[in-house]
């Protein structure tokens, strides 16, 4: 939903995007009111002087926050409140609606500081500036933060920057990002591997605001490169040569239990299929991706496919994944990187019971980045529009700081 007033006025300027909550937080006249008064100066009608000389600002809070509460850009979410400082006050930035993602650029060469991003509701490109993007790729997003290699997350809404000692991993990582531990504090988790493959792998964890990382060795074999996904301080990872989901305690590093294979499986057919397990409103979903034969690289058109489990865990404790093809009103977003749930009903643009795929494909020419839409019922796929040559990841706009 967006507002409009009731005179056909020039539309605002697009706010300076790194200053966005700056704006939020001024006190100034109302521009809107005073230039519905100035338009009337010029002979506007009796009722646009009517409208003109009423005072908006005496609006309820309960209406404003209706209005607010539908407000899932969050570019118009600043401009609400910038309106004047009765609005802002009734919609304190706590109660920020839910945002539809962003896709964000990963600019190889980012010699200018400047990091875009693209709105798929409004087809509008948000520039946003940083010196500390000089030559710095984003790696990627975590919650409202772009990762900035593997010591530095940085929110470009409100700049809030966080630094993280080094650390030596000595082989390869699997980023998890930041998460609340069960006392609320913030975390953020790295899983390392080693190198050689003489040790199994380990929670990496290190607390905001800290100058060391703990570390948890976990009672896993996975092997170099398996993901994991961290839900309800439980970490999931899916072992592809055997298929089974093993689940550890990620506060004792403990295996808590293991989920057996898919009906089906076979190690030949997950050769090229990427896992995503993710949290949707207290149910665990797996997604199994199944790219063509060449990998997920390789393809012009979607010849991708895939399964949706939802996690079963049984009085007794025993635990199997169960194929669904409904997931009500839902929607799944996945990138290269990582996956997130959201509620359709919560947005005007979003379908339900769908899957919002954001990956990196090569035509046989040049790469580019292509956004569909999957059905999951029966399966169709629409291509959406993306700006951007090399996207991969989405971007969940927060203006609070973790």
Same mark, same amino acid.
């Given at each position: 939903m967006h507002l409009s007033f009731p005179l056909h006025l020039p539309p605002f300027k697009?706010?300076?995007?790194? $200053? +966005? *909550?700056?704006?939020?937080?001024?006190?100034?006249?109302?521009?809107?009111?005073?230039?519905?008064?100035?338009?009337? #100066?010029?002979?506007g009608t009796e009722e646009e002087k009517q409208v003109a000389e009423r005072d908006w600002t005496s609006l309820p809070p309960e209406v404003l926050n209706l209005f607010a509460k539908n407000l899932t850009e969050i570019s118009d979410f600043v401009r609400f409140r910038a309106v004047c400082t009765a609005w802002r006050s009734s919609t304190p930035v706590t109660d920020l609606p839910?945002?539809?993602?962003?896709?964000? /650029?990963?600019?190889?060469?980012?010699? *200018?500081? &400047?990091?875009?991003?693209?709105?798929?509701? &409004?087809? $509008?490109?948000y520039t946003f500036h940083n010196p500390q993007f000089v030559c710095n790729r984003p790696v990627g997003q975590s919650d409202g933060y772009i990762r900035i290699g593997l010591n530095r997350l940085l929110n470009p809404l409100n700049n809030h920057d966080v630094f993280f000692p080094p650390y030596n991993f000595h082989g390869y990582y699997h980023w998890i990002g930041?998460?609340?531990?069960?006392?609320?504090?913030?975390? &953020?988790?790295? +899983? %390392?591997?080693?190198?050689?493959?003489?040790r199994g792998p380990?929670?990496?964890?290190?607390?905001?605001?800290?100058?060391?990382?703990s570390e948890l060795k976990l009672d896993s074999d996975c092997i170099n490169c398996e993901p994991f996904f961290y839900i309800n301080h439980m970490l999931f990872?899916?072992?592809k040569f055997t298929g089974v989901t093993k689940v550890t305690d990620a506060a004792t590093g403990n295996l808590a239990y293991v989920v057996p294979p898919v009906e089906g499986y076979s190690p030949e057919a997950t050769q090229h299929s990427s896992d995503?397990?993710?949290?949707?409103?207290? !149910?665990? &979903?797996?997604?199994s991706l199944h790219h063509g034969p060449f990998g997920?690289? %390789?393809?012009? /058109?979607?010849?991708?496919?895939? !399964?949706?489990?939802?996690?079963?865990? *049984?009085? #007794? @404790?025993?635990?199997?994944?169960?194929?669904?093809?409904?997931? @009500?009103?839902? %929607?799944?977003?996945?990138? $290269?990187?990582? @996956?997130?749930?959201?509620?359709a009903n919560d947005f005007a643009g979003i379908k339900k019971n769908s899957i919002y795929l954001l990956s990196r494909v090569y035509d046989g020419q040049a790469p580019f980045s292509r956004v569909e839409r999957i059905d999951i019922e029966t399966g169709a796929s629409e291509h959406l529009p993306c700006p951007f040559n090399d996207a991969q990841s989405w971007f969940l706009p927060r203006l609070l700081s973790f």
């Open positions: 697009t706010l300076p995007s790194t $200053k +966005i *909550s700056r704006v939020a937080a001024t006190s100034k006249p109302d521009p809107p009111i005073a230039m519905l008064r100035f338009w009337c #100066c010029l002979g839910p945002q539809f993602p962003w896709i964000i /650029e990963m600019n190889l060469f980012n010699i *200018s500081g &400047l990091v875009r991003f693209h709105s798929l509701p &409004l087809g $509008k490109v930041p998460r609340r531990n069960r006392m609320g504090e913030p975390v &953020l988790h790295v +899983i %390392a591997f080693d190198s050689l493959g003489c380990r929670l990496v964890s290190c607390h905001f605001g800290q100058d060391k990382w990872n899916v072992q995503y397990i993710l949290d949707a409103s207290g !149910d665990i &979903l797996r997604v997920p690289y %390789a393809h012009f /058109e979607f010849d991708d496919w895939f !399964d949706v489990y939802r996690l079963n865990v *049984s009085m #007794c @404790g025993s635990a199997c994944w169960v194929k669904v093809h409904n997931i @009500g009103h839902q %929607a799944l977003f996945l990138d $290269k990187y990582s @996956g997130f749930v959201l509620r």
